[in-house]
């Protein structure tokens, strides 16, 4: 039996893209706080508490994830999820201040509509 | 080594641990027994890959680590036609394309 979903539950992706953009922003503040060097920035970064909670959010996240897949085709849903990609650049641009030149802008627009197209199916 | 050469081998070896989550997952998906074995496969390479992830982190901007990650969509995709036999249409070999001049563009900025 296939399934035919078209319409995506908004709600369900709303949240895994959220979770995701999440977990990577909790995971650069963790860098940002373990200005260490060597083994000693591994041991800085589990005693911050952004590293755990990106690490929470790993498995509630595929929870959400199987719950879309149920409902959704992955050749929608994949592509449509990795709009995380450059919403995570735009973020980082304005929010964590990093130097962002032209060849990453014009290559993350490649390679998100790129990524758009490899799955993408009428 | 220069730090150059180190994030470069770095992007890769969290490139071969995305890919190789994704592997199991496929596998997870496609066969009937086993499911358990190769989701905790998946899940057990990406910990080990994390620590390489936080170390390219440290080196680079995520925006820069980002997008260069994305290129996993590409060697699953590789990965999806000669190990499991998938068809790859004109459509995804232009996307494939499309990923890889993105991150090429990137990959020599990061030189």
């Not at chain 1, 802008?105 to 197209?117: C, D, K, P, R, V």
């Not at chain 2, 989701?39 to 080196?59: P, Q």
Request: proline share 3%.
């Amino acid at each position: 039996m296939k399934k035919k979903n078209i319409s995506l539950p908004l709600g369900i992706f709303i949240l895994i893209v959220v979770f995701d953009i999440l977990t990577y922003c909790f995971q650069k503040i963790a860098v940002i706080n373990s200005s260490e060097s060597g083994i000693a920035f591994y041991t800085a970064l589990i005693s911050t508490p952004w590293f755990w909670l990106a690490l929470i959010l790993g498995p509630i996240q595929l929870y959400f994830w199987i719950k879309l897949l149920s409902k959704s085709d992955l050749s929608l849903a994949y592509p449509i999820t990795s709009i995380s990609t450059p919403i995570i650049v735009i973020l980082a641009y304005f929010l964590f201040k990093e130097n962002l030149n032209w060849q990453v802008w014009l290559g993350s627009a490649l390679i998100s509509s790129g990524i758009f197209m490899l799955n993408y199916k009428e | 080594m220069t730090d150059n050469i180190l994030v470069m081998i770095l992007i890769c070896i969290c490139i071969l641990v995305e890919t190789g989550e994704h592997f199991f997952y496929s596998l997870a998906g496609k066969l009937d027994r086993k499911k358990v074995l190769f989701i905790a496969s998946a899940a057990t390479i990406h910990l080990m890959g994390l620590g390489v992830w936080y170390g390219l982190l440290k080196l680079i901007p995520i925006g820069v680590a980002m997008p260069m990650m994305s290129l996993s969509y590409v060697t699953v995709a590789l990965l999806g036609k000669f190990f499991f036999k998938e068809t790859i249409n004109s459509q995804r070999w232009i996307a494939i394309f499309l990923i890889s001049a993105g991150a090429a563009l990137i990959w020599g900025d990061i030189r």
